[in-house]
C-alpha cells in the first residue's frame, strides 16, 4: 500500500485526484502501478486501477489476470469494479472506503455480487488513515 501511496502523490501535480495502484502478480511481484492520469490525458477512464490493469495485460499479453492482486489507496469505483471482475483478478486490496462512489462494499458491492462469473476477494482499510489523509488534504487544498 506505501507504493500505491507514493503512486497517487503522482497525480497531484496534474491537479488529478491523488489515487494509486499497484498490480501484484501471483508470486507477489509488482507487474504494474498506476495514478489517476484523467486531467493529464483527458482520459476519463484513465483512473488508477484502469491504468494498472491495462499496463500488466499488455506485459503478460493476456487480459485474465487469475492469481493478481491490486492495491489500490481507494475503494474502487463502478467502472473500476468492473475492470476487475473482467480481468479476473483474485484479490483487490484498498486504504480508503469511498462512501460517495465506492463499488466494492460501501455503497454498491459489486465485485461480490453473486450474479456475475467472478468475484475477486475484497480486503478493505489497509493503511485506511494514511489513505484517507492523502485525499483529505487534495481536496483541502482546492
Known sequence: MRRALAEA?????????PVGAV???PAGDVLSTGYNEREATGDPTAHAEVLAVRRAAAAL???RLPGC????????CVMCAGVLVQARLARVVYGARDEKAGAAGSLW???RDRRLNHRP???????EEE???QLTEFFRAL
Request: glycine share 12%.
Open 121 to 127: 476477494e475484497v480486503i478493505q482499510g489497509v493503511l
Open 69 to 76: 492482486t491490486l492495491v489500490v489507496t481507494l475503494e474502487p
Open 23 to 25: 498490480l501484484l502478480g
Open 9 to 17: 502523490a503522482r497525480a497531484v501535480p496534474a491537479g488529478d485526484v
Open 131 to 133: 489513505c484517507a489523509r
Open 61 to 63: 499479453g493476456e487480459w
Open 109 to 111: 458491492d459489486l465485485v
